[in-house]
């Protein structure tokens, strides 16, 4: 190989690992640095997009992994096994819902905000590997600090914690105008 | 066994507010606090009283709903220097954020159902490679730490645990429910009535044994006013309440 | 996907399954016949041969694999030999102090001590070769016991398990007078 083919390379690690790898980890790898790195990986994802493969390459809070593409799906749940599924009740969401926006967070401020104690939804959660404890808070009796995992951005096809999505202040915002119109409209009458 | 079905239309006692907002179609901003509290206080009677535990996180929003509704009832304070706050305001903060993170976890299972549809794969590293793998530098991630350090982060966590044991609290013994229904402290209060027919609502209160009568009897009178039997007056605030039968003796 | 990609689907099978997969069963996914498969598998083999692609698929009696090209070895080595970054986090070394002082311990015994679930923590654990399995406890469902190892003794400079101060009942019920005494004078006030 008489010129580096990087992208067979970056294929070829992330095949190989099968996990996630962080970008860091490739640029050593290829030796280059973290930008050139990261536009040869983006060329292969782009690469990827194509009909005739069948994987895909996701990007997780700065690591990269492959996988299929869900238009495979009902082909290779003839072959594969299931991964497997943990069915999340609406508590588990609503609890997952709330830490995944508010991390880190404490029991005591989920339970606030739900109204009801949470210490089965975030075991379960945490069981489940889509949270994980990321300390204690300085604070008087020094309560668990709880945030999400790589494996809920993996389970919820999310890149990055900042791409979650937003009820941001905007339609927060004209939520609360509309009431207000039709708080007004009441009152006219 | 009711009480599990019930629960799984209702997480919790937010959940079981939005839904009768919801079902009076009204908006989170106007709550009508005298229905809802009605209504809530319905579905509490209705489920039946095994599992303390999720009782009290419901009971703890009955007392707040009573506890706005009886503030609303209060005539407002005519000084105009100060706005007063609506009772209902924080209420409907937390109902607001409730409502937001409710609707997130619908999004969030939408985004769950599209990912779930992918596979990967186990690592396949070759022979070659995996005998690369460097073992744990124990020696590096053990650094600085030692036995003594050690040691002290157990004892933190064993005295939080003992911590965790309230010391006034464990020495409580077994709580008994105490029977104050309604409709028993509403019949009491109509007989009070045939003997008394005007009387002070302190003086009735006196009577009281407990706390838990006590409520229970500004319920029943509540109750009565509600339906005619009694009228009630009072001349000024935190005057004592005057009242009257309107029963036939 | 209007019309089939098969070579698509042939790709997403043999990288999901990771080791060879048997003809027969390609085609059964496939809902075609062997040798009509079989030619759709020799295409993509041959796609596969670009230098731009960094694995290959190789048949192994009437089986196929996907695998990395050799001459990717040297970066997977790279990737490999890359020192992992491992830390000893707050949970894990609260998890340690729990099976250090309590052993042999089973996991629901640490999380009833900790309140979370240490599934992640105590695996970590084993992966660094400071905790392992002990047998299992003569109980209903008989869980695994776990204690701690010799690299453990090792690592932070105990001769033997006999020297880990324990803290004993005596301890404990000084912890608890002293919650008592605590909680006494904020009565008095």
Redesign the interface.
Known sequence: ?EEK?Y???????L?????S?ELE??A???ELDKKETKKIIENLMKEYEK?????KIIELDGAY?????????E??I???KQ?K?HV?T??L??T???I??KQPITKVEIEK?????C?HA???L??Y?LV??L??LDAP??P?LFGTTEEFL?????QSLDEL?M?DQVQ?EE??QE??E??KV?LDI | MELTVKLQVF????DLLLHLLEKNKV????IPIVEITNQYMEYIAEMKRNDL?VMS?FL??AATLIDIKSRMLLPKKESEEEEEEDPRAELVQ?L???K??????????D??M?????????????PE?AEYEEPVDLAELVGDMNLAKLDQIFK?IMK?QV?KIDPVRSKFGKIEKEEVSLSDKMLYVEDFCKTHRNFSFRNLLEAQASKVEVIVTFLAILELMKVGKIFISQEHTFDDIKIESKMAA
Chains 1, 3 share one sequence.
Do not use: H, W
């Open positions: 190989m083919n992208e067979a390379i970056v294929e070829a690690i095949f190989t690992m099968g996990e790898v980890k490739i050593a790898a290829l009909p005739s493969i069948g994987m992994q492959m996988c299929t593409k869900s238009e495979m799906y082909y290779l003839r072959i594969a991964p599924k999340l609406d508590v969401l609503e997952l819902s709330i995944a926006y905000i739900r109204g009801v104690s210490d975030v075991n379960k945490v069981e590997n994980k404890e300390g204690r009796g020094r668990l993996r389970s919820f096809g999310v999505p009820l927060i939520f609360k009431a207000e039709e708080m009441k | 997480e919790g006692p937010l908006n989170i901003y106007d535990n996180e703890v929003m937390q607001l954020e409730y937001m993170y409710k609707c997130m976890a619908y999004e969030l299972r985004r769950q599209d990912a779930e549809q992918v596979f990967f794969k186990e690592p396949t590293i070759p490679v933190s939080k911590d």
